[in-house]
Protein backbone atom coordinates (compact mmCIF):
# COMPACT_ATOMS: atom_id res chain seq x y z
CA UNK A 1 0.00 0.00 0.00
CA UNK A 2 1.49 3.47 -0.97
CA UNK A 3 2.42 6.18 1.35
CA UNK A 4 -0.87 8.69 2.11
CA UNK A 5 -0.42 12.27 2.58
CA UNK A 6 -3.03 15.20 2.92
CA UNK A 7 -1.48 19.13 2.54
CA UNK A 8 -3.34 22.07 2.21
CA UNK A 9 -1.75 24.96 -0.32
CA UNK A 10 -2.73 29.10 -0.49
CA UNK A 11 -5.11 30.24 -3.28
CA UNK A 12 -4.30 33.72 -3.60
CA UNK A 13 -5.94 36.56 -4.95
CA UNK A 14 -4.59 39.18 -8.09
CA UNK A 15 -3.56 41.45 -4.99
CA UNK A 16 -1.68 38.16 -3.00
CA UNK A 17 -4.14 37.95 -0.38
CA UNK A 18 -5.04 34.28 0.63
CA UNK A 19 -8.54 33.81 0.57
CA UNK A 20 -8.34 30.26 0.79
CA UNK A 21 -6.67 26.61 0.83
CA UNK A 22 -7.16 23.53 -1.44
CA UNK A 23 -6.60 20.33 0.46
CA UNK A 24 -4.70 18.06 -1.75
CA UNK A 25 -4.63 14.05 -0.98
CA UNK A 26 -2.10 11.57 -1.88
CA UNK A 27 -2.44 8.02 -1.31
CA UNK A 28 -2.97 4.35 -2.33
CA UNK A 29 -5.38 5.45 -5.14
CA UNK A 30 -4.38 5.76 -9.10
CA UNK A 31 -7.43 7.48 -9.53
CA UNK A 32 -5.73 11.22 -10.11
CA UNK A 33 -3.74 11.11 -13.66
CA UNK A 34 -3.45 7.12 -13.75
CA UNK A 35 -5.68 4.61 -15.37
CA UNK A 36 -6.50 1.50 -14.22
CA UNK A 37 -8.68 -1.02 -14.92
CA UNK A 38 -12.52 -0.02 -13.79
CA UNK A 39 -12.71 -2.78 -11.18
CA UNK A 40 -9.69 -2.02 -9.93
CA UNK A 41 -10.65 1.50 -9.78
CA UNK A 42 -13.31 0.99 -8.16
CA UNK A 43 -12.29 -0.88 -4.96
CA UNK A 44 -9.80 2.14 -4.82
CA UNK A 45 -12.06 4.81 -5.08
CA UNK A 46 -13.71 3.42 -2.03
CA UNK A 47 -10.57 2.55 -0.12
CA UNK A 48 -10.09 6.08 -0.79
CA UNK A 49 -13.27 7.41 0.34
CA UNK A 50 -12.52 5.64 3.65
CA UNK A 51 -9.30 6.75 3.86
CA UNK A 52 -10.36 10.76 3.42
CA UNK A 53 -13.38 9.94 5.75
CA UNK A 54 -11.35 8.94 8.86
CA UNK A 55 -9.39 11.81 8.23
CA UNK A 56 -11.68 14.68 7.89
CA UNK A 57 -13.94 12.60 10.81
CA UNK A 58 -10.62 13.12 13.09
CA UNK A 59 -9.45 16.62 12.39
CA UNK A 60 -11.98 18.70 10.70
CA UNK A 61 -11.94 21.23 13.10
CA UNK A 62 -7.95 21.64 12.69
CA UNK A 63 -9.25 22.75 9.08
CA UNK A 64 -12.17 25.02 9.88
CA UNK A 65 -12.25 28.95 9.84
CA UNK A 66 -10.68 29.51 6.99
CA UNK A 67 -12.00 28.46 3.19
CA UNK A 68 -11.42 25.05 2.24
CA UNK A 69 -11.52 24.01 -1.59
CA UNK A 70 -11.30 19.89 -1.65
CA UNK A 71 -12.23 17.30 -4.62
CA UNK A 72 -15.28 15.02 -3.87
CA UNK A 73 -15.19 11.73 -5.61
CA UNK A 74 -18.74 9.84 -6.28
CA UNK A 75 -18.41 7.79 -3.23
CA UNK A 76 -17.36 11.07 -1.01
CA UNK A 77 -20.29 13.06 -1.97
CA UNK A 78 -22.46 9.60 -1.21
CA UNK A 79 -20.97 9.50 1.81
CA UNK A 80 -22.02 13.29 2.72
CA UNK A 81 -18.70 13.90 3.65
CA UNK A 82 -19.07 17.52 2.74
CA UNK A 83 -21.00 17.97 5.79
CA UNK A 84 -18.16 17.45 8.55
CA UNK A 85 -17.57 20.72 7.09
CA UNK A 86 -19.94 24.62 7.44
CA UNK A 87 -21.09 25.54 4.35
CA UNK A 88 -19.16 28.47 5.25
CA UNK A 89 -15.95 26.68 5.10
CA UNK A 90 -15.95 24.40 2.24
CA UNK A 91 -15.97 24.91 -1.43
CA UNK A 92 -17.05 21.35 -3.14
CA UNK A 93 -14.66 20.55 -6.21
CA UNK A 94 -16.00 18.38 -8.97
CA UNK A 95 -14.20 16.70 -11.75
CA UNK A 96 -14.88 14.97 -15.10
CA UNK A 97 -15.95 11.69 -13.14
CA UNK A 98 -18.79 13.20 -11.36
CA UNK A 99 -19.99 15.27 -13.91
CA UNK A 100 -20.58 12.39 -16.30
CA UNK A 101 -22.50 10.69 -13.12
CA UNK A 102 -25.97 11.30 -12.49
CA UNK A 103 -26.35 10.24 -9.30
CA UNK A 104 -22.90 11.83 -7.87
CA UNK A 105 -24.59 15.53 -9.83
CA UNK A 106 -27.88 14.52 -7.92
CA UNK A 107 -25.86 15.02 -4.60
CA UNK A 108 -23.92 17.79 -6.29
CA UNK A 109 -27.00 19.64 -6.59
CA UNK A 110 -28.78 18.79 -3.32
CA UNK A 111 -25.28 20.22 -1.64
CA UNK A 112 -25.98 23.81 -3.58
CA UNK A 113 -29.06 23.76 -2.61
CA UNK A 114 -27.92 23.17 1.27
CA UNK A 115 -25.89 26.81 0.87
CA UNK A 116 -22.26 24.91 -0.16
CA UNK A 117 -20.34 26.77 -3.18
CA UNK A 118 -19.18 24.35 -5.91
CA UNK A 119 -15.80 24.75 -8.07
CA UNK A 120 -15.15 22.32 -11.31
CA UNK A 121 -11.90 21.60 -11.61
CA UNK A 122 -10.12 21.61 -15.02
CA UNK A 123 -12.76 23.20 -16.54
CA UNK A 124 -13.13 22.31 -20.46
CA UNK A 125 -14.63 23.80 -23.50
CA UNK A 126 -17.32 21.44 -24.12
CA UNK A 127 -20.89 21.12 -24.02
CA UNK A 128 -21.30 18.44 -20.29
CA UNK A 129 -19.16 21.68 -18.52
CA UNK A 130 -20.21 24.71 -20.16
CA UNK A 131 -24.10 23.18 -19.12
CA UNK A 132 -23.41 23.93 -15.67
CA UNK A 133 -22.01 27.39 -14.97
CA UNK A 134 -25.36 28.51 -13.92
CA UNK A 135 -24.61 25.95 -10.70
CA UNK A 136 -21.13 26.69 -10.14
CA UNK A 137 -19.29 29.19 -8.44
CA UNK A 138 -16.01 28.67 -9.14
CA UNK A 139 -13.98 27.94 -12.67
CA UNK A 140 -10.54 26.01 -11.86
CA UNK A 141 -8.62 26.59 -15.41
CA UNK A 142 -5.09 24.69 -15.81
CA UNK A 143 -2.94 27.44 -17.58
CA UNK A 144 0.03 25.06 -18.12
CA UNK A 145 -2.61 22.90 -20.77
CA UNK A 146 -5.34 24.52 -22.06
CA UNK A 147 -5.17 26.94 -25.41
CA UNK A 148 -5.03 30.36 -25.36
CA UNK A 149 -8.29 30.41 -27.40
CA UNK A 150 -10.02 28.74 -24.96
CA UNK A 151 -8.64 30.23 -22.18
CA UNK A 152 -10.63 33.56 -23.49
CA UNK A 153 -13.28 32.52 -24.43
CA UNK A 154 -14.44 30.57 -20.85
CA UNK A 155 -13.16 33.38 -18.44
CA UNK A 156 -14.84 36.02 -20.76
CA UNK A 157 -18.08 33.52 -19.94
CA UNK A 158 -17.54 33.33 -17.05
CA UNK A 159 -16.38 36.82 -15.66
CA UNK A 160 -19.99 37.73 -18.02
CA UNK A 161 -22.43 35.83 -15.55
CA UNK A 162 -20.44 36.67 -12.06
CA UNK A 163 -18.37 33.40 -11.91
CA UNK A 164 -14.67 33.15 -10.24
CA UNK A 165 -11.77 31.82 -12.58
CA UNK A 166 -8.71 30.73 -10.58
CA UNK A 167 -5.80 30.47 -12.55
CA UNK A 168 -4.24 26.49 -11.99
CA UNK A 169 -0.67 25.61 -12.39
CA UNK A 170 0.54 28.71 -12.76
CA UNK A 171 4.04 27.71 -12.04
CA UNK A 172 6.06 30.52 -14.12
CA UNK A 173 6.14 34.54 -14.47
CA UNK A 174 4.49 34.33 -17.89
CA UNK A 175 1.55 32.24 -17.25
CA UNK A 176 1.18 34.44 -13.97
CA UNK A 177 1.13 37.41 -16.22
CA UNK A 178 -0.79 35.78 -19.00
CA UNK A 179 -3.33 34.83 -16.23
CA UNK A 180 -3.88 38.67 -14.85
CA UNK A 181 -3.73 39.66 -18.43
CA UNK A 182 -6.73 37.48 -18.91
CA UNK A 183 -8.78 38.44 -16.11
CA UNK A 184 -8.82 35.63 -13.91
CA UNK A 185 -10.00 36.40 -10.13
CA UNK A 186 -7.53 34.16 -8.66
CA UNK A 187 -4.96 32.15 -9.07
CA UNK A 188 -2.87 29.09 -7.49
CA UNK A 189 0.74 27.77 -8.08
CA UNK A 190 4.12 27.82 -7.48
CA UNK A 191 4.61 31.05 -9.54
CA UNK A 192 1.90 32.84 -7.27
CA UNK A 193 3.59 32.23 -4.00
CA UNK A 194 6.54 33.71 -5.27
CA UNK A 195 5.14 37.11 -5.86
CA UNK A 196 4.48 38.08 -2.68
CA UNK A 197 8.86 38.45 -2.58
CA UNK A 198 8.42 41.05 -4.53
CA UNK A 199 6.74 43.13 -1.56
CA UNK A 200 8.64 45.48 0.32
CA UNK A 201 8.93 45.67 3.84
CA UNK A 202 8.94 49.46 4.99
CA UNK A 203 9.67 47.99 8.80
CA UNK A 204 12.36 49.65 10.61
CA UNK A 205 12.83 46.74 13.00
CA UNK A 206 13.69 44.57 10.21
CA UNK A 207 17.35 45.04 11.07
CA UNK A 208 20.34 42.44 11.65
CA UNK A 209 19.59 42.88 15.52
CA UNK A 210 16.07 41.77 15.20
CA UNK A 211 17.32 38.45 13.98
CA UNK A 212 20.00 38.15 16.42
CA UNK A 213 17.45 38.84 19.16
CA UNK A 214 15.06 36.49 17.03
CA UNK A 215 18.12 33.84 17.80
CA UNK A 216 18.58 34.66 21.49
CA UNK A 217 15.09 34.44 22.85
CA UNK A 218 14.63 30.92 20.76
CA UNK A 219 17.34 29.10 22.47
CA UNK A 220 16.75 26.38 24.78
CA UNK A 221 18.00 28.17 27.82
CA UNK A 222 17.89 32.18 26.92
CA UNK A 223 20.69 34.67 28.18
CA UNK A 224 18.84 37.28 29.88
CA UNK A 225 22.15 39.29 29.33
CA UNK A 226 22.47 38.99 25.97
CA UNK A 227 19.08 39.60 25.59
CA UNK A 228 19.78 43.06 27.50
CA UNK A 229 22.56 43.88 25.46
CA UNK A 230 21.48 43.24 21.80
CA UNK A 231 17.94 45.29 22.72
CA UNK A 232 20.35 48.44 24.21
CA UNK A 233 22.01 48.40 21.01
CA UNK A 234 19.26 49.53 19.17
CA UNK A 235 17.37 52.66 19.81
CA UNK A 236 13.95 51.30 18.16
CA UNK A 237 14.15 48.26 19.95
CA UNK A 238 14.48 50.10 23.45
CA UNK A 239 11.70 52.27 22.99
CA UNK A 240 8.75 49.51 21.80
CA UNK A 241 9.80 47.40 24.63
CA UNK A 242 10.02 50.31 26.98
CA UNK A 243 6.21 51.54 25.70
CA UNK A 244 5.42 47.81 25.82
CA UNK A 245 6.18 46.93 29.40
CA UNK A 246 4.01 50.45 30.37
CA UNK A 247 0.80 49.38 28.89
CA UNK A 248 -2.15 48.24 31.10
CA UNK A 249 -0.91 44.61 30.26
CA UNK A 250 2.61 44.71 31.34
CA UNK A 251 2.71 48.03 33.86
CA UNK A 252 3.83 47.17 37.65
CA UNK A 253 3.06 49.89 40.35
CA UNK A 254 6.37 51.87 39.38
CA UNK A 255 6.88 52.60 35.70
CA UNK A 256 9.67 50.63 33.68
CA UNK A 257 12.18 52.76 32.95
CA UNK A 258 15.22 50.55 31.59
CA UNK A 259 15.55 47.24 29.55
CA UNK A 260 16.06 45.21 32.40
CA UNK A 261 13.05 45.80 34.05
CA UNK A 262 11.30 45.06 30.51
CA UNK A 263 12.65 42.21 30.21
CA UNK A 264 12.06 40.58 33.64
CA UNK A 265 8.48 42.20 33.42
CA UNK A 266 7.80 40.65 30.18
CA UNK A 267 8.92 37.42 30.28
CA UNK A 268 10.84 35.08 27.35
CA UNK A 269 7.45 33.68 26.04
CA UNK A 270 5.33 37.16 25.86
CA UNK A 271 9.46 38.54 24.96
CA UNK A 272 8.97 35.70 21.63
CA UNK A 273 5.53 36.96 20.99
CA UNK A 274 6.15 40.06 20.64
CA UNK A 275 9.63 39.78 18.21
CA UNK A 276 6.77 38.05 15.87
CA UNK A 277 4.55 40.77 15.70
CA UNK A 278 7.42 43.16 15.43
CA UNK A 279 8.32 41.49 12.13
CA UNK A 280 4.88 41.47 10.91
CA UNK A 281 4.34 44.90 11.57
CA UNK A 282 5.16 48.56 9.73
CA UNK A 283 5.97 51.78 11.23
CA UNK A 284 3.09 52.60 12.00
CA UNK A 285 2.68 49.85 14.27
CA UNK A 286 0.15 47.87 11.58
CA UNK A 287 0.41 44.22 10.93
CA UNK A 288 0.98 44.23 7.29
CA UNK A 289 -1.29 41.10 5.42
CA UNK A 290 1.41 40.45 3.01
CA UNK A 291 3.64 39.61 5.49
CA UNK A 292 0.78 37.99 8.35
CA UNK A 293 0.99 35.41 5.65
CA UNK A 294 5.12 34.35 5.78
CA UNK A 295 4.98 35.15 9.35
CA UNK A 296 2.46 32.34 9.81
CA UNK A 297 4.57 29.97 7.15
CA UNK A 298 7.39 30.63 9.36
CA UNK A 299 5.68 29.32 12.49
CA UNK A 300 4.47 26.45 10.38
CA UNK A 301 8.00 25.49 9.10
CA UNK A 302 9.64 26.03 12.12
CA UNK A 303 7.33 23.65 14.34
CA UNK A 304 7.22 21.06 11.42
CA UNK A 305 11.15 20.71 11.00
CA UNK A 306 11.48 20.86 14.97
CA UNK A 307 8.97 18.00 15.23
CA UNK A 308 10.14 15.59 12.37
CA UNK A 309 13.67 15.85 14.22
CA UNK A 310 11.99 13.82 16.72
CA UNK A 311 11.53 11.23 14.49
CA UNK A 312 14.58 10.89 12.91
CA UNK A 313 18.31 9.97 14.17
CA UNK A 314 20.13 10.94 10.90
CA UNK A 315 20.12 14.60 11.41
CA UNK A 316 22.81 16.02 13.66
CA UNK A 317 21.15 18.99 14.51
CA UNK A 318 19.11 20.39 17.77
CA UNK A 319 15.73 21.43 18.28
CA UNK A 320 16.72 24.76 18.50
CA UNK A 321 18.49 24.41 15.23
CA UNK A 322 15.40 22.82 13.64
CA UNK A 323 13.31 25.45 14.46
CA UNK A 324 15.61 28.24 13.51
CA UNK A 325 15.84 26.65 9.91
CA UNK A 326 12.12 26.78 9.40
CA UNK A 327 11.86 30.07 11.07
CA UNK A 328 14.39 32.20 8.75
CA UNK A 329 13.34 29.94 5.59
CA UNK A 330 11.16 33.05 5.06
CA UNK A 331 13.79 35.95 5.81
CA UNK A 332 14.60 36.42 1.92
CA UNK A 333 10.33 37.31 1.89
CA UNK A 334 10.45 39.08 5.10
CA UNK A 335 13.36 41.12 4.70
CA UNK A 336 14.25 43.60 1.30
CA UNK A 337 17.79 41.78 0.96
CA UNK A 338 19.70 38.27 -0.33
CA UNK A 339 18.95 35.47 2.23
CA UNK A 340 22.72 34.74 1.97
CA UNK A 341 23.27 38.46 2.92
CA UNK A 342 20.74 37.89 6.06
CA UNK A 343 22.14 34.82 7.13
CA UNK A 344 25.62 36.47 7.00
CA UNK A 345 24.84 38.47 9.91
CA UNK A 346 23.19 36.17 12.44
CA UNK A 347 24.98 33.07 14.15
CA UNK A 348 23.46 30.40 13.11
CA UNK A 349 25.75 26.93 12.39
CA UNK A 350 27.05 26.22 8.84
CA UNK A 351 24.72 23.19 8.70
CA UNK A 352 21.82 25.36 8.69
CA UNK A 353 23.69 28.44 6.13
CA UNK A 354 23.96 25.34 3.73
CA UNK A 355 20.25 23.91 4.20
CA UNK A 356 18.73 26.97 3.90
CA UNK A 357 20.82 28.05 0.72
CA UNK A 358 22.01 24.87 -1.03
CA UNK A 359 19.79 22.26 0.79
CA UNK A 360 23.04 20.67 1.32
CA UNK A 361 23.59 17.69 4.01
CA UNK A 362 21.03 16.01 6.39
CA UNK A 363 20.09 19.43 7.56
CA UNK A 364 18.83 20.50 4.29
CA UNK A 365 17.38 16.78 3.77
CA UNK A 366 14.93 17.40 6.52
CA UNK A 367 14.09 20.90 5.17
CA UNK A 368 13.62 19.77 1.28
CA UNK A 369 11.04 17.28 2.96
CA UNK A 370 9.13 20.48 4.26
CA UNK A 371 9.58 22.39 1.34
CA UNK A 372 8.41 19.11 -1.06
CA UNK A 373 5.47 18.17 1.54
CA UNK A 374 4.24 22.02 1.21
CA UNK A 375 4.20 21.53 -3.02
CA UNK A 376 2.63 18.33 -2.56
CA UNK A 377 5.52 16.46 -4.43
CA UNK A 378 4.97 13.38 -3.20
CA UNK A 379 7.66 11.36 -5.16
CA UNK A 380 10.20 13.40 -3.19
CA UNK A 381 8.64 13.13 -0.10
CA UNK A 382 8.69 9.43 -0.13
CA UNK A 383 12.47 9.41 -1.10
CA UNK A 384 13.46 12.14 1.33
CA UNK A 385 11.28 10.04 3.93
CA UNK A 386 13.29 6.89 3.13
CA UNK A 387 16.43 8.89 3.23
CA UNK A 388 15.96 10.10 6.57
CA UNK A 389 14.36 7.05 7.91
CA UNK A 390 11.04 9.00 9.20
CA UNK A 391 7.68 6.52 9.15
CA UNK A 392 5.70 8.72 5.93
CA UNK A 393 2.34 7.67 7.84
CA UNK A 394 3.26 10.25 10.54
CA UNK A 395 3.65 13.17 8.10
CA UNK A 396 0.04 14.34 7.62
CA UNK A 397 -0.99 14.70 11.52
CA UNK A 398 2.66 16.22 12.19
CA UNK A 399 1.95 18.64 9.51
CA UNK A 400 -2.02 19.20 10.36
CA UNK A 401 -0.53 20.00 14.43
CA UNK A 402 1.85 21.86 13.65
CA UNK A 403 -0.37 24.06 11.46
CA UNK A 404 -2.53 24.05 14.76
CA UNK A 405 0.17 25.64 16.77
CA UNK A 406 0.91 28.18 13.87
CA UNK A 407 -2.50 29.59 14.17
CA UNK A 408 -2.14 29.37 17.81
CA UNK A 409 0.88 31.55 18.09
CA UNK A 410 -0.38 33.90 15.37
CA UNK A 411 -3.72 34.17 17.72
CA UNK A 412 -1.49 35.10 20.51
CA UNK A 413 0.54 37.28 18.81
CA UNK A 414 -2.85 39.35 17.39
CA UNK A 415 -4.20 39.53 21.12
CA UNK A 416 -0.79 40.96 22.91
CA UNK A 417 -1.09 43.58 19.56
CA UNK A 418 -4.51 44.49 20.56
CA UNK A 419 -5.50 43.06 16.62
Same mark, same amino acid.
Not at 40 to 69: C, H, P, W
Not at 126 to 140: E, F
Not at 303 to 331: E, Q, W
Not at 333 to 342: F, G, K, N, Q, R
Given at each position: ??????????????????? /??????? /????? +? /? =??????EAKVNEFAVAD???????????? %??GSLNFMTFTTT???? #??????????? %??????? %??????????????? #?????????????????????????????????????????????????? =????????????????????????????? %??????????????????????????? =??????? !???????????????????????? $????????????????????????????????????????? $??? $??????????????????????????????????????? +??????? !?????????????????LHREGPAGALY??????????????????????????????????????????? =?????? /???
Amino acid at each position: MANKYIVRRPIKDTASRVI /GYEILYH /GENAL +Y /G =KEEPAKEAKVNEFAVADTIYSFLTQNSER %VRGSLNFMTFTTTLLMK #KVPHLFDKEDL %VIQIDDS %VIIHPLAMHFVQMFK #KEGYRIAVNDFQFAPRYVALIDQIDYIKLDFASMSDTSLANLIEIANGMG =KHCIACNVDTEELYQKALSYGVSELEGEA %VAAKLASQAHDSSYLQSSFFRLLIAVS =KDEPDID !EIEQIISMDATLTYALLRLANTVQ $FATRNRTTTVHQAVMNIGITQLQRWIYLLCASNEQGEVDEF $FEE $FLKLSFMRANFCSALLNHTNRVPISKNDAYLMGMFSTLD +YLIDAPI !EVTLEQVAISDDIKNALLHREGPAGALYALVQCYEDADWESVTRLCDALGIAPNLLTSLYFECMEQAEEIW =KSVNQM /GGN
